[in-house]
């Protein structure tokens, strides 16, 4: 159910948000592919989002990006881990086109009523899960950016609303 409201909300933010590229006025600042259309919500995976900025060519080609990059990082990858990788969705994204920015939208509701457990720090422990969630996918990104020379970044951003 909070993904009904959060495309709501985030299609009312794209139809509604009237900051626009500085060489370009009638451009949007953000684009949400997700909630270009109201009736309609697609979620995007990452392979989805690595075609938008342009950063690999061909499939096989991402494939051997990806198994290059975890073995620069010493993690072996089977041919499923390599598939997972590539179809993770975030629960939204966003890019500005004129700064090169992609942000990973978590959508989440604020838990009130647990401040804290014997575990710690509920927040805090959701925020150290978000964080990990998308780590290697943000840090995939950056790095083909650098090394394809286009200027792209990754951030992930964690939204909360109150859903009644």
Known sequence: MHRGIWHERLTAINRNSTETNDDCETRKKWYFPSAVIEATHM???????????GLF????????????????LNISLTDKEITTFQSRRPDEVAFNENDKQCVFLELTRPMNSV???????????????KNARY?????F????STQKGKPWTSERYICSTVVC
């Open 57 to 72: 060519s061909t499939l096989r080609r991402l494939t051997e990006e990806i198994v290059q990059f975890h073995e620069n």
């Open 135 to 139: 780590a290697l996918h943000r840090y």
């Open 43 to 53: 979620e995007w995976i990452v392979r989805q989002i690595l075609v938008h900025l």
């Open 115 to 129: 401040a804290s457990s014997d575990d710690g720090d509920w927040a805090e422990r959701k925020e150290s899960e």
């Open 141 to 144: 990104i950056n790095h083909l």
